[in-house]
């Protein structure tokens, strides 16, 4: 997980005025914030854990940015991340970093399964167990089949986005450069670390049942989704980070879906969760 950002923190400064300029940038960080929220509220907390409920055209507009992640589609995702929640860092965990047991060679090889290594083993997860109510969604359904379509998308919106605004084709290349590939791998690298970092290092305040931990130093670029304890804890919850110093920007976003009206039944930590995490 480190070595991505230490990458892109050294090249950036290199390259700027050269293959990357300030337009880059910021199409990287609009482009990553949609399809991160995408991921952590859509993908996760409104389709897995149906932290709340939301009316059909965000809920449509959620699968369809969290598709554009190209972490694949709404439905099996999902149906991974519930049996992940189901076997929680036991036999059947699709990315348990602690299924080689102890020593720090059966630690590293563990981080590395966890981390990116699951993704290139066969899959069993069955999204007709796991994930029947969004096979049950014509919605879900469409989205799922388009995944291939939402993917080129996430990569042609920056390159015409910067032949656009440019007027260049250099500016179309950098632009799919740093706004797509970058930006791409980035977010693939924050949400693949919640299943590795944050099952190996951090505090474990709301509960001991597996070894999910809350890791703050990607709590924001996350979206939230490293206060990782606490959700596991409370799977239902539309909030991760549980106290006022976790910032959890998932859930400032869901709140204001629930102001507009957008989202209603959203499932807010109840006081006696609270207490549980204040020593955190």
């Given at each position: 997980m480190?070595?991505?950002?230490?990458?892109?923190g050294?090249?950036?400064?290199?390259?700027w005025g050269?293959a990357?300029?300030?337009l880059?940038?910021?199409?990287?960080?609009?482009?990553?914030v949609?399809?991160?929220?995408?991921?952590?509220?859509?993908?996760?907390?409104?389709?897995?854990?149906?932290?709340?409920?939301?009316v059909?055209w965000?809920?449509i507009?959620?699968?369809s940015?969290g598709?554009?992640?190209?972490?694949?589609?709404?439905?099996?995702?999902v149906?991974?991340?519930?049996?992940?929640?189901?076997?929680?860092?036991?036999?059947?965990d699709?990315?348990s970093?602690?299924?080689?047991?102890?020593?720090?060679?059966?630690?590293?090889?563990g981080?590395?399964?966890?981390?990116?290594g699951?993704?290139?083993?066969?899959?069993p997860?069955?999204?007709?167990?796991?994930?029947?109510?969004?096979?049950?969604d014509?919605?879900?359904?469409?989205?799922s089949?388009l995944?291939?379509?939402?993917?080129?998308l996430s990569?042609?919106?920056?390159?015409?986005?910067?032949?656009?605004i440019?007027?260049?084709?250099?500016g179309a290349?950098t632009?799919?450069?740093?706004a797509?590939?970058?930006?791409?791998?980035?977010?693939?690298?924050?949400?693949?670390?919640?299943n590795?970092?944050c099952?190996?290092f951090?505090?474990?305040?709301?509960?001991?049942?597996?070894?999910?931990?809350n890791?703050?130093?990607?709590?924001v670029?996350?979206?939230?989704e490293?206060?990782?304890n606490?959700?596991?804890?409370f799977?239902?919850?539309?909030?991760?980070?549980?106290l006022a110093?976790?910032?959890?920007?998932g859930?400032?976003?869901?709140?204001?879906?629930e102001r507009?009206?957008w989202a209603?039944?959203?499932?807010?930590?109840?006081?006696?969760?609270?207490?549980?995490?204040?020593?955190?």
């Amino acid at each position: 997980m480190i070595s991505p950002p230490l990458a892109l923190g050294i090249a950036v400064p290199m390259l700027w005025g050269h293959a990357v300029s300030l337009l880059d940038i910021v199409l990287a960080a609009i482009f990553y914030v949609v399809t991160g929220f995408g991921i952590a509220v859509g993908y996760h907390r409104l389709f897995t854990h149906r932290s709340f409920q939301a009316v059909r055209w965000l809920k449509i507009l959620l699968a369809s940015t969290g598709s554009m992640a190209v972490e694949g589609s709404v439905v099996g995702w999902v149906a991974i991340h519930r049996r992940h929640h189901v076997f929680s860092d036991k036999p059947g965990d699709p990315h348990s970093p602690h299924e080689y047991g102890p020593g720090p060679g059966a630690q590293l090889r563990g981080f590395v399964h966890a981390h990116v290594g699951w993704l290139f083993k066969v899959d069993p997860t069955s999204a007709e167990r796991y994930a029947p109510d969004l096979l049950a969604d014509a919605d879900t359904v469409i989205i799922s089949r388009l995944f291939p379509i939402f993917a080129v998308l996430s990569l042609a919106a920056p390159f015409f986005l910067g032949w656009t605004i440019t007027g260049a084709l250099s500016g179309a290349l950098t632009a799919f450069l740093w706004a797509g590939l970058a930006r791409m791998m980035l977010l693939h690298h924050v949400t693949w670390s919640v299943n590795s970092i944050c099952h190996m290092f951090g505090s474990k305040p709301a509960t001991q049942k597996d070894c999910s931990t809350n890791f703050a130093p990607l709590g924001v670029i996350s979206f939230g989704e490293a206060w990782h304890n606490f959700h596991h804890a409370f799977p239902r919850s539309a909030r991760h980070g549980a106290l006022a110093h976790q910032v959890d920007p998932g859930a400032a976003l869901i709140r204001l879906f629930e102001r507009a009206g957008w989202a209603t039944d959203v499932h807010w930590p109840t006081p006696a969760q609270l207490a549980i995490c204040r020593s955190d």
